[in-house]
């Protein structure tokens, strides 16, 4: 294991999220606290409360993992793309690098970067509503294996993107709107009988769920499948980074 490679590579990206801080961290302050506006004063006026939680304190699960998921893809998938783009990827290709610690790397990167984020939301929470997290230790770990499973995926669009309009495209077109079809903002239980069934197909319904569940101790699904969803999902992404870095697809081009 080259862990001298890890850390040059997982400090490079630190970096780059560093000379931007006051972005960084700015930006997800006050994109929660315009949601907890509309959503938590606008519609939580309207509906006082979700399955016996507080409205307000309901969707702050869901405000999370929109911007962890969404943040954690951009990173890393940005994070490999410029190499690619400005022509280093072939030094690190060339480099005694093997495709597990250039993705541990960039994707351990891109995943503390989202945790940042998803920390912040978190402070930036408590300002507006109060709650009581009942599995803090459950909240970690779902909230760190979204961070990884979606920074993997990010990795794979970054590699997969011929031009930075590809870059956002799956971001903005497909990830954004099943986070908010997903039960961000209400719970699966309130829509009729054949789009219950319609939303169980989203994957993210899942994940947002088990989050939920470590929160309020409620939940749309089994934990259980919650668990088995990301760590599919986690697999399914190592599998897909494994086969392009044995095939050079998208990056020998």
Known sequence: MNYQAIRSIYTFEMARFFRTLMQSFISPVIST???FVVFGTAIGSRIESVEGVDYGAFI???????????????????????????????????APVSFFEITVGYVGAAATKAMFIGVVILA??????DFTIQHPLAMIAFLTLTCLSFSLLGFIIGIW???????QLIP?????????LGG????VTML?????TITMFNPVVYLISGFRWSFFGTADVPIGLSLMAI??????????????????WRIRQ
């Not at 993107?161 to 870059?167: H, K, R, V, Y």
């Not at 961000?184 to 719970?187: E, G, L, V």
């Not at 760590?231 to 050079?248: D, E, H, N, R, S």
Request: glycine share 6%.
């Open 192 to 196: 009729p009988p054949i789009w219950q």
């Open 161 to 167: 993107a011929g031009n930075f309009e590809q870059l």
């Open 33 to 35: 606290s315009l949601y």
């Open 172 to 180: 903005l077109l497909i990830i954004t709107p099943l986070v908010f």
């Open 60 to 94: 702050v699960p869901g405000l999370i993992m929109l911007s962890v998921m969404t943040q954690a893809t951009s990173n890393a998938s940005f994070g490999i793309y410029f190499p690619k783009f400005i022509g280093t990827i072939y030094e690190l290709l060339s």
């Open 231 to 248: 760590a599919l999902f986690t697999a399914l992404c190592v599998g897909i980074i494994a086969w392009i870095f044995k095939t050079g």
């Open 184 to 187: 961000s903002f209400y719970s």
């Open 124 to 129: 930036t929470s408590f300002l507006f509503v």
